[in-house]
C-alpha cells in the first residue's frame, strides 16, 4: 500500500525557514518523480516543485523559484522541501505527491498525481 507521510511544518515567523520531509513506504522510491504540493487557504491546490527519480532535474513554480529547494535521499527514500525567506503567503497545507505513469514533467497537474499525503501545517506568521 502507497503511503505518503510529510513531516517538519510548524509556526514561523517571516523570513524564516523549515525543512519538511516526506517519507514513502510502500512503493519503489528511487524509480518515481516527486512533487510538492500545498493547499493554500484561498487559492485551493497548488503545484510547488517537481523532482526526477534521480534527483538531478527539478522544477518550481514562480512563486517559490530561489527560495524553495528540492531534494531527495533515494538511500532512505525521503524526500525533502528546504523552504527559505517565507512569507505570510506561504501559509498553507504542504503535501508531497507521487505522479502516475502517464504524467509528464514537470508533473505539476494535480489530475496526474496518483497518491499523496495528508500534508503539514506551515503558519507563516509575526
Known amino acids: 500500500q502507497v503511503q505518503l507521510v510529510e513531516s517538519g511544518g510548524g509556526v514561523v515567523p517571516p523570513g524564516g525557514s523549515l525543512i519538511l520531509s516526506c517519507t514513502t513506504p510502500g512503493f519503489t522510491f528511487n524509480t518515481s518523480p516527486m512533487t510538492w504540493l500545498r493547499h493554500h487557504p484561498r487559492r485551493g491546490i497548488e503545484w510547488l516543485s517537481s523532482i526526477n527519480s534521480e534527483g538531478d532535474d527539478v522544477a518550481y513554480t514562480d512563486s517559490v523559484k530561489g527560495r524553495f529547494t528540492i531534494t531527495r535521499d533515494n538511500a532512505n527514500s525521503v524526500l525533502f522541501l528546504q523552504m527559505n525567506d517565507l512569507r505570510p503567503d506561504d501559509t498553507a497545507v504542504y503535501s508531497c505527491?507521487?505522479?502516475?505513469?502517464?504524467?509528464?514533467?514537470?508533473?505539476?497537474?494535480?489530475?496526474?498525481?496518483?497518491?499523496w499525503g495528508q500534508g503539514t501545517q506551515v503558519t507563516v506568521s509575526s
Open positions: 505527491a507521487k505522479p502516475n505513469t502517464r504524467s509528464t514533467w514537470p508533473h505539476s497537474s494535480e489530475y496526474t498525481w496518483a497518491y
